[in-house]
């Protein structure tokens, strides 16, 4: 994986690239893939549409999530 590459929604296929955990940092979560990048916000904007990416974790509000009880195609959210 390499820093600034969009995230993408693909079928399973048990590789690394597909490891993820949800680091628990305060009130909000940082996803953090096997590679060490985290989930950041394109940008650092919320709007509807904007390209989330792999970014080096920083601790920015950019890279916050929660988690939601919502449908999958819904679980995660940027704070």
């Not at 690394?16 to 955990?21: E, I, K, V």
């Amino acid at each position: 994986a390499e820093v600034g590459r969009s995230a993408v929604l693909a079928a399973p296929d048990v590789s690394a690239s597909q490891l993820w955990g949800a680091v628990e940092l305060r009130r909000y979560y940082e996803l953090r893939s096997a590679s060490g990048l985290t989930l950041d916000l394109a940008n650092a904007s919320d709007a509807e549409g904007n390209p989330v990416c792999l970014y080096k974790p920083n601790g920015t509000r950019a890279q916050r999530w929660t988690l939601s009880s919502a449908p999958l195609s819904r679980l995660f959210s940027s704070i």
